[in-house]
């Protein structure tokens, strides 16, 4: 059986958009290496950082009172340079001239998609923790940030209800989630909305219409629709326009949520799932783990290979759905 290597160095860096709990994470992956004797470097500016070798000495003291605060200290950036084999040799040569033995990379689909083209070119080990407001990572139940992005949304449609009863307005509120459409149902079930447009359960205009129209003749004075940002027919300002040219006495508003639901800082939730991983993490590396993501499924720890955890598809509950129609009447 072929000896483990020891490790004496690891880096740790965050790629991709921020997401709230990844200082949490930092934080964790630090102290637990410096609990288990080992030196720590954090890469700045994700990618570029790790190509430029831009990196800083961490010790327990440089992630002290950092848990609660969103963003992440190390920055946090998207890398063209990367992408290309010049860029990756550049980077190995610099983790192996600071005697790096081991990455921890806090990141979501495209920072995962990274780690694995460059560990198929070179023998140094890293392990990933999910990070992504999205929710769409394979292989755990929740990614570092979801939590934090669905109490931000569902905060901020309870604001917007508060208008559109108080003017009988019907408000499209579009929120993140690029492709899949887990922010929208969430918020849209917890702020009592009366449709949820969603990528993986289509409900074209047409039948929005109807449903709208039967709110209309039940004389619900405001109504509020969530359209997740990768729907099919379009975002909120496209379907407004639509459902407008339908009922032009009814008074319409939009509202886009963007980046407030990435920033801020992360909830209970957030911060420990982020603990928990960072520890994982670190764990992993030195347990001889290598080139997977670790993730919680059912308050179990899994570790699952990078391409996996990004090419499986996860499962999206459209029970919940029917509950939201059950609901709105």
């Known amino acids: 059986m072929k ?26 992956v ?7 004797g080992i030196l720590v470097k954090g890469v700045m500016r994700g990618f570029e950082g790790l190509i430029d070798g831009d990196f800083i000495d961490m010790d327990s003291t440089s992630v002290s009172n950092i848990i609660q605060l969103g963003g ?35 990141g979501g689909n495209g920072s995962l998609n990274g ?15 999910p990070k992504t407001i999205d929710n769409d990572l394979y292989g755990t139940d929740y990614c ?40 929208a149902l969430q918020t849209g079930i917890a702020s009592g909305a009366e449709a949820i447009l969603v990528p993986e359960a289509g409900m074209d205009t047409t039948r929005l219409i109807s449903l709208l129209g039967k709110g209309w003749a039940r004389k619900k004075s405001s109504m ?3 359209v ?48 928990e991983l960072g520890v994982r993490a670190v764990e992993a590396l030195l347990n001889g783990k290598h080139n997977v993501m670790v993730g919680e499924v059912h308050k179990e720890t899994v570790y699952t290979t990078f391409d996996k955890a990004i090419s499986h598809k ?16």
């Open 224 to 226: 509020i629709v969530v």
């Open 3 to 28: 000896k483990q290597k020891k490790i004496n160095c690891i880096a740790v860096i965050c790629s991709g958009g921020d997401a709230p709990g990844m200082n949490a994470a930092i934080r964790a």
């Open 144 to 183: 570092i940030g979801y939590d934090t992005a669905i109490n931000t949304a569902m905060q901020a449609i309870d604001k917007i209800k508060d208008t559109a009863g108080s003017h009988d307005r019907l408000f499209f509120v579009e929120v993140m989630g690029r492709d899949a459409g887990f922010i």
């Open 30 to 36: 630090v102290r637990t290496a410096i609990f288990n």
């Open 314 to 329: 996860i499962s999206f509950d459209k029970s919940l759905l029917s509950i939201l129609e059950k609901l709105s009447v």
């Open 228 to 275: 997740a940002e990768g729907n099919a027919e379009g975002g909120a300002f496209k379907i407004a326009k639509k459902v407008k040219e339908k009922f032009t006495h009814y008074e319409i508003g939009v509202c886009v949520l963007g980046h407030i639901q990435r920033g801020g800082s992360p909830t209970c939730l957030d911060r420990v799932l982020a603990s």
């Open 72 to 106: 992440t200290i190390l920055k946090s950036a998207r890398s063209k340079r990367f992408l290309t084999e010049k860029g990756m040799k550049e980077a190995h040569e610099q983790l192996v001239r600071n005697n790096i033995g081991g990455v921890i990379i806090i």
């Open 115 to 129: 780690a694995k083209n460059f560990t198929s070119r070179f023998k140094i080990p890293w392990v990933a923790i």
